[in-house]
């Protein structure tokens, strides 16, 4: 889904829920997505999370899915009716779905692989929920059932997780040895890390992280002015900048901007 926070003010089919404060240094957000047409073709952007994700098309059945880590953007035809998901901070989805990032990267699992019953009965109780907040609160609280699940002193950030936090702290903007110093590790030991955690190589995920907050701030400058995006976002120059846009989205910034991303 779009990747974009909706005020209260404007109408959109995407909209954001912040988390409660337990549970914030995993979940960047929930997040609601509604399609009215009865099939759209939707341009899922890469950003460096992963999300576990509820779809209740209007005709046919639901779908709980745990969707992984990204590499680059995909084209999806999605179903007319609302979907309900959960965005994990990078390398944080392990808590509540311990699987390893090597295998669900770029991949779509059914949550039942996972949960088993458990996932079943929320799928149920999901779609029962009678308002978007409702649905948010039954998933809030089966996340604290997985996370209370593990003694405290497993649910403490590891060195990799810190540093990969710092790296979405500065939007993708730090070298791969800088990561490693801070995490006391060497840089093999932080890809091998990072990559059974995310499915990217630290490397991999800053460049993702990187265009997430470019993807922004290319919508927030008069449409051309790509030098001063690139100057910002810490890419060697303009021609740089377009060529890795165009690399993560399929588009360059002037298409994405046109495209009403």
């Not at 630290?202 to 008069?222: D, G, N, S, T």
Request: a positive charge; charged letters at 20%; proline letters at 5%.
């Amino acid at each position: 889904m779009q990747r974009q926070t909706t005020s209260a003010t404007i109408v959109s089919p995407y909209r954001e829920y912040q988390p409660a404060a337990e549970l914030s240094q995993y979940v960047e957000c929930f997040w609601t997505h509604e399609t009215a047409a009865p099939q759209s073709r939707h341009r899922v952007l890469p950003d460096g999370c992963s999300d576990i994700l509820f779809m209740r098309p209007n005709e046919g059945r639901s779908e709980l899915l745990l969707i992984g880590t990204m590499t680059h953007a995909g084209l999806f035809d999605l179903p007319q009716g609302s979907f309900l998901g959960v965005r994990f901070r990078p390398g944080m989805s392990v808590y509540f779905a311990p699987v390893p990032g090597t295998e669900t990267v770029d991949q779509r699992w059914p949550l039942q692989d996972v949960w088993g019953a458990r996932a079943r009965q929320l799928s149920e109780r999901l779609g029962e929920s009678s308002s978007v907040e409702a649905g948010v609160a039954v998933i809030e609280s089966q996340l604290r059932v997985q996370m209370n699940a593990h003694p405290e002193n497993r649910r403490a950030l590891s060195p990799t997780q810190r540093v990969l936090h710092w790296a979405e702290r500065e939007r993708g903007f730090v070298r791969v040895d800088q990561l490693a110093h801070h995490a006391g590790l060497s840089t093999r030991q932080l890809r091998r890390l990072c990559l059974q955690l995310t499915g990217l190589t630290p490397k991999q995920l800053c460049r993702v992280i990187r265009f997430r907050h470019a993807a922004v701030q290319a919508q927030l400058v008069r449409r051309g002015e790509w030098s001063q995006v690139a100057l910002d976002c810490g890419y060697y120059d303009q021609a740089h900048f377009i060529n890795e846009f165009r690399t993560l989205s399929g588009l360059t910034p002037s298409e994405y901007c046109s495209a009403g991303a």
